[in-house]
């Protein structure tokens, strides 16, 4: 069974850096493409960017490119959203996902609050 | 990048209807379309991909079509397990954007 189990829950304070994970199992995790979409309260599905742990190629979605970085280790079979300086905008669930036509496996999600 | 429209952003129905929602995308996606259900508190579960193949394990009261750059989700016989959040999903090229979603409500 494909399973991806993410990081817990973060408060964090605005300027602080952050690093969330999300770890595969259950699947050949190098030959399937990552991906992390970002829910805001009450609001809809947001898609960051996308990573293949293979070659760690990535793509990232305009509103999000320089905002926030994706890696993986492959070794570890898992892969990481990460901030350098939060802000209190960057307050959501964050999710990870499985890419094979559309995402077909998604993690739990991991609660960011960013708050002063 | 593809923008992806979705309507209605929400509507009431009762258990039994027949319910329909739409995503229009802003160029030509060929079939790379996915449907999303989300239930609050939960992560988004696949419905259907490539316009209108069912994922396994959902129930065949579900169903996908595209015509052109529209597509629709169609849920047959809504029953009341689904009521939930509804979003559509391009993955033609980067970035894979979604719809604005669809929250489906009891009437």
């Known amino acids: 069974e494909v399973q991806l189990v993410q990081s817990g829950a973060e408060v964090k304070k605005p300027g602080e850096s952050l690093k969330i994970s999300c770890k595969g199992s259950?699947?050949?995790?190098?030959?399937?493409?990552i991906g992390w979409v970002r829910q805001m309260p009450a609001k809809g599905l947001e898609w960051m960017g996308i990573i293949y742990p293979g070659d760690s190629d990535s793509r990232y979605s305009p509103s999000f490119q320089g905002q926030v970085t994706i890696s993986v280790d492959k070794s570890l079979n898992t892969s990481y959203l990460q901030w350098t300086s939060l802000k209190a905008s960057d307050t959501a669930m964050y999710y990870c996902?499985?890419?094979?036509?559309?995402?077909?496996?998604w993690g739990q999600g991991t609660l960011v609050t960013v708050s002063s | 990048a593809i923008r992806m429209s979705q309507s209605p952003s929400s509507f009431s129905a009762s258990t039994g209807d027949r319910v329909t929602i739409t995503c229009r995308a802003s160029q030509s996606i060929s079939s790379y379309l996915a449907w999303y259900q989300q239930k609050p508190g939960r992560a988004p579960k696949l419905l259907i991909y490539?316009?209108?193949t069912l994922q396994s394990g959902v129930p065949s009261r579900f169903s996908g079509s595209r015509s052109g750059t529209n597509f629709t989700l169609t849920i047959d016989c809504l029953q009341p397990e689904d009521f939930a959040s509804y979003y559509c999903?391009?993955?033609?090229?980067?970035?894979?954007?979604f719809g604005g979603g669809t929250k489906v409500e009891i009437k």
């Open positions: 490539a316009a209108s």
């Open positions: 996902a499985v890419a094979e036509n559309g995402f077909h496996a």
């Open positions: 999903q391009h993955y033609y090229y980067s970035p894979f954007t």
């Open positions: 259950g699947y050949r995790f190098s030959s399937y493409w």
